[in-house]
């Protein structure tokens, strides 16, 4: 079903409000940053994405060139997550969640993985490691397989 034209500026400023929540965070997270995310997320979606967090499954690539992506460890599977996307939507990720509940019927503003991935980056919680230009082959051919 194809989505009006309102409801695409409706996510449009949804998404809008959510990346203002998450950029608003404190270096630590406390009740009041549950709350916040509580009010643009669901409750589901934020305990997935803080039980990633906590896990240490978000690793951060930083390219030779310098493009920062991450890998999220998921539950079902391993996703290769890229934020700041010159698009609408300014993430992606590969998994059946994000295909089916962002870009398909747009109900959601982002999956568990691109919370996950934007909270670790905010909050400095991310594995780092830098990666060869051989090893993001390797990393894209185990993804796109």
């Given at each position: 079903?194809a989505?009006?034209?309102?409801?695409?500026?409706?996510?449009?400023e949804?998404?809008?409000?959510?990346l203002?929540?998450i950029?608003s965070?404190?270096d630590?997270?406390?009740d009041?940053?549950?709350a916040?995310?509580g009010?643009?997320?669901?409750?589901?979606?934020?305990i997935?994405?803080?039980?990633?967090?906590?896990?240490?499954?978000?690793?951060?690539?930083?390219?030779?060139?310098?493009?920062?992506?991450?890998?999220v460890?998921?539950?079902?599977?391993?996703?290769?997550?890229?934020?700041d996307?010159?698009s609408?939507?300014?993430?992606y990720?590969?998994c059946?969640?994000?295909?089916?509940?962002?870009?398909l019927s747009?109900?959601?503003?982002?999956?568990?993985?691109?919370?996950a991935?934007?909270?670790a980056?905010?909050?400095?919680?991310?594995?780092?490691?830098?990666l060869?230009?051989?090893?993001l082959?390797?990393?894209f051919?185990k993804q796109?397989q």
């Open positions: 079903m989505s009006t034209g309102s409801q695409v500026g409706s996510n449009n949804l998404l809008a409000v959510a203002a929540v950029e965070l404190e630590e997270l406390c009041d940053s549950f916040k995310l009010a643009v997320f669901p409750q589901k979606m934020v997935a994405a803080l039980d990633l967090l906590d896990r240490g499954n978000i690793i951060k690539y930083t390219m030779p060139w310098g493009r920062v992506d991450f890998e460890l998921g539950s079902t599977g391993t996703y290769f997550v890229q934020l996307l010159p609408r939507i300014p993430f990720c590969p059946p969640a994000f295909s089916k509940a962002v870009l747009q109900t959601h503003t982002m999956c568990k993985h691109v919370l991935t934007l909270l980056r905010k909050l400095n919680m991310c594995m780092e490691r830098p060869t230009a051989d090893e082959i390797e990393i051919t796109y």
